[in-house]
């Protein structure tokens, strides 16, 4: 199963500190190498974004940074893994980096499994791309 962590934290909270960052690294590096993160990544500041929105049926850009925003999502990664368990106990493992290496800090680890068609466990964007022949010959 595919799941994706976003990580979210107030905003105020400040850089990561160098211990952080090397654990992070460490902890990123054995995960890429056993197959099990596919793709991860922090987030420049809010006041660098923007958001493209919908209200009252029309279309606006608003840049950042965004004053109703009360948590931000720091950063992400994407991990293949065999269960909900796995990816809990993964997440577990990297927010308590930051309890160790970046006292004070608080935030939100939230896990999410990619949406899979049939429970077929691809994604859906994989799936809709596979061509009707293929799936009759793999069954």
Not at 112 to 126: K, L
């Amino acid at each position: 199963m595919r799941f994706m962590y976003l990580v979210k934290h107030p905003g105020r909270s400040g850089n990561p500190t160098p211990e952080l960052m090397e654990a992070m690294g460490k902890l990123a590096d054995r995960e890429i190498k056993a197959g099990r993160m596919l793709d991860c990544g922090g987030l420049m500041p809010v006041q660098t974004g923007a958001q493209v929105r919908i209200a009252d049926g029309k279309l606006s850009v608003i840049d950042g940074p965004f004053v109703e925003a009360k948590e931000v999502v720091g950063g992400y990664a994407i991990f293949e893994l065999r269960d909900k368990q796995e990816a809990l106990a993964s997440a577990k493992e990297f927010m308590q980096l930051h309890l160790d290496h970046m006292p004070g800090w608080e935030g939100t680890c939230e896990v999410r499994a990619f949406g899979m068609p049939d429970g077929q466990g691809e994604c859906q964007a994989e799936a809709a791309t596979r061509s009707p022949t293929l799936d009759a010959s793999i069954e």
